[in-house]
């Protein structure tokens, strides 16, 4: 009986979460993108390495979003483009998200000298323009999508140290920590049972902005030919190709990478709203 | 014979704008089945004693001399691991503010069970020791799957007391159990808190501020100001027999019901502790105060058996 009620509860919240406009909108362009990534060699009509058509073809019946100036299909190379998109994010972001979450754990519950030192390189990597970063730290690795995610990975994680550090400090100071501590609860059962609940909620608002941001900072990367080597297809390589043909007239190669990243970032930024909203009352 | 004895106990907050003594020299001694009060106003060290008993004084918080010594072994000299098996089972806390002394997001089973299982009990046994002392606290074996926001203050405390008392400690110390809740559910806890102590044998710390209250229900009181023991007795003798005048402006700063004048009050505020009065450390709000009060900090006398006073004056006042 108390399953059914669980369950039954579980569906109610989410209802709750799904009758939130933003996240539904938010979460329908991001699964978009997804199944597009995963069922790319059904959807796309051509190869996207192949040159299907004459170069520069406007958008057509034939080539949706026109061809480039190698003859290729622009819509094939877009949907193919997420895959690495969505890869380069995932890792990245995960990687920040751990490695952020856990050193704010850690450091926010223990405190003193380890904190210190870790509070001042978190600070340092914060306080440097986060796109110079990724950037430099690109370069130095060498080009190539999993070095890429890394440079991703390693701006980002501040953002998450920051947010776990200074909630973990409000809430180590709650009276059901120091409940546990005399009830001889251990410190690291403490930490992972009854802190790191409670940050889970905000950490979920910063993931999901945090995603938003790390695809703008993988499209500047791949602008700047930092991951893929071509002829992979990748949403801002194509971009950086596209801008010699737009004041030609030719503005299909262009605008369709770029909207594709905007639209996946809008989408994350949709998620992280309507998060924020459901956790905040005051917002509702 | 003595379950936890306390020896010469100081414990300083090494804070950004100066050091707080907020423990100064403090010794005692519990026996099996007793139940001490300490009392004293806020500030005066009564809950960071209370905290220091089970070495878990908050940061900038230390404990720097001094020892608690619990069936023999000197409880601050012990690794964490060691004295994290003694917090909980063998010595229990109850906190002041039930309303925050549960974790929000965790069903009441959960936090409950989480704590047997740490302290070594079996897995299958868990279940029924948790029906058994939430009844024993007089809940209703529901609960157990409630979330503490839905629960009264009175319930959160007795699942607090429940928790406290779940394997049998040696002693218990109450800190304020009872100051967040009205006057109806403090005689419930308090009459519960005078129960456990029966049944389980278990010797109890009463933390409080309300003099009455450990009048009324503890075996032995020790008046704290400002970090240091002012008067510590047995509640017979200290009630016929207040020697330090701090006690007796406590009790003169109780209402009474067959009084027709306003309780009288201490006129001044407790000290500021970063920056202690010289000598002994209530002079400033001591009636009674000469110079030698002023300049040097009164010894804890022993006025007769077991009745110890921190006061210049007592051999001249009656």
Redesign the interface.
Same mark, same amino acid.
């Given at each position: 009986m108390?399953r059914t009620r669980r369950s039954l509860r579980l569906l109610l919240r989410l209802i709750v979460v799904f009758k939130n406009i933003y996240i539904l909108s938010g979460l329908i362009i991001v699964l978009l993108f997804v199944f597009m990534a995963i069922l790319a060699d059904i959807i796309s009509p051509y190869s996207p390495v192949e040159a299907v058509g004459l170069p520069l073809q406007p958008p057509s019946r034939l080539y949706l979003m026109g061809t480039d100036n190698l003859g290729r299909d622009v819509f094939s190379r877009i949907i193919y483009g997420s895959r690495i998109m969505l890869m380069i994010v995932a890792i990245a972001v995960a990687m920040s998200g751990a490695i952020g979450t856990v050193l704010g754990l850690i450091s926010g519950y223990l405190?003193g000298l380890l904190d210190r030192i870790l509070s001042f390189i978190m600070d340092s990597i914060y306080a440097f323009p986060s796109l110079v970063l990724a950037i430099a730290l690109s370069v130095a690795l060498g080009p190539s999508p999993i070095n890429a995610a890394i440079a991703i990975a390693v701006v980002y994680v501040p953002t998450y140290f920051r947010m776990v550090r200074g909630q973990v400090l409000s809430i180590k100071s709650?009276?059901?920590i120091?409940?546990?501590?005399?009830?001889?609860?251990?410190s690291t059962?403490i930490v992972l049972?009854?802190i790191l609940?409670?940050v889970t909620r905000t950490l979920m608002v910063v993931f999901s902005m945090n995603s938003a941001d790390a695809i703008l900072t993988e499209a500047a990367l791949s602008f700047m030919g930092l991951t893929v080597q071509p002829p992979t297809p990748d949403w801002g390589f194509d971009l950086y190709k596209g801008r010699g043909f737009v004041l030609a007239g030719m503005w299909w190669i262009m605008l369709f990478p770029g909207l594709s990243i905007t639209l996946l970032a809008v989408g994350f930024a949709l998620i992280s709203e309507g998060v924020s909203t459901l956790i905040s009352p005051q917002k509702r | 014979m003595e379950i936890l004895l306390v020896n010469d106990l100081w414990v300083k907050y090494f804070t950004l704008s100066g050091v707080v003594s907020a423990v100064s020299g403090v010794s005692f001694k519990l026996r099996r089945g007793e139940m001490l009060a300490i009392v004293g106003e806020s500030g005066s060290g009564k809950s960071t004693l209370g905290l220091a008993l %089970?070495n /878990?004084v $908050?940061?900038p918080g230390r404990i720097i001399r001094g020892e608690v010594v619990f069936n023999g072994v000197d409880i601050l000299k012990l690794d964490p691991r060691e004295i994290?098996?003694?917090?909980?089972?063998r010595i229990?806390?109850v @906190?002041q503010?039930p309303f925050?002394?549960?974790? $929000? %997001?965790?069903r009441i089973v959960d936090q409950f069970e989480? @704590?047997l299982i740490?302290?070594g009990v079996e897995k299958v046994k868990v279940r029924t020791i948790v029906r058994e002392y939430l009844e024993a606290v007089g809940l209703s074996e529901r609960i157990m799957?409630s979330y503490p926001h839905q629960l009264s203050g009175g319930q959160k405390q007795r699942v607090?007391i429940a /928790?406290a008392i779940a394997l049998n400690p040696e002693v218990i110390i109450a800190d304020e159990p009872t100051t967040a809740l009205d006057v109806v559910v403090q005689k419930q806890i308090m009459d519960l808190i005078d129960s456990i102590k029966e049944k389980y044998k278990s010797s109890i710390i009463l933390i409080t501020h309300d003099l009455a209250l450990a009048l009324e229900r503890a075996d032995t009181i020790m008046v704290m100001y400002g970090g240091y023991v002012m008067e510590y007795a047995e509640k017979s003798e200290l009630f016929s027999n207040m020697r330090h005048p701090y006690t007796r402006a406590l009790f003169e700063a109780l209402p009474r019901v067959l009084q027709r004048d306003l309780p009288r009050s201490l006129p001044g505020y407790p000290p500021d502790l970063r920056n202690p009065p010289p000598g002994c450390i209530f002079h400033p709000r001591c009636e009674f105060a000469v110079e030698k009060c002023k300049r040097e900090l009164p010894p804890l006398i022993e006025v007769s058996r077991n009745h110890f006073v921190s006061c210049h004056r007592v051999g001249e006042l009656l």
């Open positions: 108390s405190g709650e009276t059901y120091e409940m546990a501590k005399a009830l001889g609860i251990p059962r049972k009854h609940p409670h | %089970l /878990m $908050p940061k994290r098996k003694i917090r909980g089972s229990s806390v @906190f503010d925050t002394t549960l974790d $929000p %997001l965790r989480e @704590f740490e302290h799957y607090s /928790m």
